[in-house]
């Protein structure tokens, strides 16, 4: 059954449920025939006015309880989107039927009741009026100059969003970093396909960054800043490809917080804290490495260890005696929600390099580096406005 009003249209659909006294009245003989049954019908007005601060069209159906009195006792909405659903069932307490009929008896019944909402058209803008002309001037002549319109209503836009840095030039993720050939995985050495780096030799880690020479290039990981990115200079990296998110570099013009450097910028970014137990490894040849991440404190916090061991000296023994070679790296986290805005941290990872060669009588060392750092964390959201971080930082060099 259709309902119209005023304002809206009404769609309801009648379902009523017969009472124990309306049972009762039922004749007893013979079966009886297929009792008539009548569904509510409106009295009052079912005007709803349209919400403040709403836009748009909307749309709502409402379940509606109605008493053999024709009052609504229950009005719930099925369907819609607030606040038109709020303003749909307040509303409809406020209504009035003739109640349903089972052979004449009113009883009570259940309907859906369907609420359509118009957005009001816009207030038409007052036309400008002319300028007057008093009665011994005449009208200004035709210049030939095109007339501008009237200056329409302007619509503020609020975009929110997180705007890169002028002079970033690409930033890769590490789901990119696996389609390149040639990286094996590892989103640093993606470094060698950006637009401005030109590497040494193809294949090793060695660029130069608009001209710049490698030595002159600054390298960081969430900020801190690293000696190197490579085991032995041109082996892979010393952070688990596992635990990266992103590498942007910066040719030229880079952010004050890296501090000073004639080159460019190599940045790092580690990926944020998860909420479930995930994990992984690789083995090679050469070397073996694993990352491993779980939640702790009903999600609130997470903790991660990850690192990467070689046993490439036992290999290069076997083919040269004289040659000894040795490196690892680690990274572990520690991550606590103090609140939805507030988070505390701890991040530690260091690695370890030894390149030598042995003689008769000594070792010579080649190539032989060894960092830490301990990064201590407290960051607070300030919600779409920004965020603020006070950090301490520990680390040795040798």
Not at 227 to 256: K, N, T
Request: with cysteine; net charge neutral.
């Amino acid at each position: 059954m259709i309902l119209a009003s005023r304002p809206s249209l009404l769609v309801c659909t009648a379902l009523a449920l017969c009472t124990p006294q309306a049972r009762a009245q039922a004749p007893a003989q013979a079966p009886p025939a297929a009792p008539a049954l009548l569904p509510p019908r409106v009295l009052s007005s079912t005007e709803v006015p349209y919400p403040e601060g709403a836009t748009g069209d909307g749309e709502v159906v409402l379940l509606l309880l109605i008493d053999a009195q024709g009052v609504v006792q229950e009005a719930a909405a099925l369907e819609g989107a607030e606040p038109f659903a709020s303003k749909a069932a307040e509303a409809a307490r406020s209504w009035r039927f003739a109640p349903a009929t089972r052979e004449g008896t009113p009883v009570r019944s259940r309907i859906r009741f369907q609420v359509l909402f118009r957005a009001p058209a816009p207030a038409p803008e007052p036309a400008a009026t002319p300028p007057a002309v008093g009665p011994t001037e005449a009208p200004p002549a035709a210049t030939g100059v095109e007339q501008k319109p009237p200056p329409t209503r302007s619509r503020e836009i609020v975009v929110i969003g997180e705007r890169p840095d002028p002079s970033r030039s690409v930033s890769l993720t590490r789901a990119e970093v696996r389609q390149i050939p040639g990286t094996f995985g590892d989103p640093f050495r993606a470094i060698e396909v950006m637009p401005g780096v030109t590497p040494i030799v193809s294949g090793l880690p060695f660029f130069f960054i608009r001209g710049a020479p490698p030595g002159n290039a600054g390298y960081f990981l969430d900020g801190v800043r690293v000696p190197l990115l490579f085991h032995i200079g041109a082996g892979p990296s010393v952070v688990h490809p596992a635990l990266m998110d992103r590498v942007d570099l910066y040719p030229g013009g880079y952010p004050a917080r890296y501090g000073r450097f004639s080159g460019g910028i190599v940045a790092g970014e580690t990926m944020p804290p998860q909420k479930e137990l995930h994990g992984e490894y690789n083995l090679r040849l050469f070397d073996a490495g694993a990352l491993v991440e779980a939640p702790f404190a009903d999600n609130r916090g997470a903790v991660l260890v990850g690192g990467r061991y070689s046993y490439a000296g036992a290999l290069l023994t076997l083919l040269s005696p004289t040659i000894q070679l040795e490196y690892w790296d680690y990274q572990a986290r520690v991550a606590y929600d103090v609140t939805p805005d507030d988070r505390i941290s701890v991040f530690a990872f260091g690695s370890y390099d030894y390149l030598a060669q042995r003689t008769a009588t000594t070792t010579l060392p080649l190539f032989g580096t060894q960092f830490h750092r301990v990064d201590l964390r407290y960051d607070h959201r300030l919600g779409n406005e920004g965020n603020v971080r006070i950090a301490f930082l520990g680390g040795v060099d040798r």
